[in-house]
């Protein structure tokens, strides 16, 4: 993950409220996807596996948009 620049945090101060709501829109969509994929996740044998399949329904999630 990229750090943000001077710009993109100056658009963030000055727009908090749009931010956060798109942030916690994007934040639903990976939890519905993580949700929908439960039973797969269970199924997975060890929890490095987990986390690495979890990252790849966030990298899909993120690529969607």
């Known amino acids: 993950m990229r750090k943000l620049n001077k710009k993109e945090l100056n ?10 709501k798109n942030l916690r829109k994007e934040l639903l969509k990976v ?3 993580i949700q929908l ?3 797969e996740l269970k ?3 060890t929890k490095k596996e987990r986390i690495k399949r979890v990252s790849e329904i966030v990298k899909l ?4 948009n």
């Open 11 to 20: 658009w963030i101060k000055d727009n908090s409220d749009e931010f956060f």
């Open 31 to 33: 939890d519905t996807e």
């Open 37 to 39: 994929r439960k039973d």
């Open 43 to 45: 199924s997975i044998a």
């Open 61 to 64: 999630v993120m690529e969607r």
